[in-house]
Nanobody, 123 residues
Framework: QVQLVESGGGLVQAGGSLRLSCAASGRTFNRYVMGWFRQAPGKEREWLAT????????YYADSVTGRFTISRDNAKNTVYLQMNSLKLEDTAVYYC????????????????WGQGTQVTVSS
């Protein structure tokens, strides 16, 4: 069992940056594939990024490629999402996820979810 707690969300102006963090419980964090998703009001949950156990492999959605970076620190049981050049359409609740097979898009199906953190981008 893994518990995930996101932090770092908030209000930011368009063009700005935020870094989300996701702290995971458990001693086997470094065995889990980790990912980030988001869900905007009235829309389906959208996969954003996936990272392998040792950070050697990352995948990104087209909508965030070049602007967002996923990373992890296994010593701290934490995964991050650095978000740069934020746009109004990035406004959403952002979710951290753990487990599942290393994959991208709809093929990444995690086992565990965090509670989400709100990111609001203003003009």
């Amino acid at each position: 069992q893994v518990q995930l707690v996101e932090s770092g969300g908030g209000l930011v102006q368009a063009g700005g940056s935020l870094r989300l963090s996701c702290a995971a419980s458990g001693r086997t964090f470094n065995r889990y594939v980790m990912g980030w998703f988001r869900q905007a009001p009235g829309k389906e949950r959208e996969w954003l990024a996936t990272i392998s156990w040792g950070s050697s492999t990352t995948y990104y959605a087209d909508s965030v490629t070049g602007r967002f970076t996923i990373s992890r620190d296994n010593a701290k049981n934490t995964v991050y999402l650095q978000m740069n050049s934020l746009k109004l359409e990035d406004t959403a609740v952002y979710y951290c996820a753990a487990g599942g097979r290393l994959a991208s898009g709809r093929y990444y199906v995690p086992d565990y979810w965090g509670q989400g953190t709100q990111v609001t981008v203003s003009s």
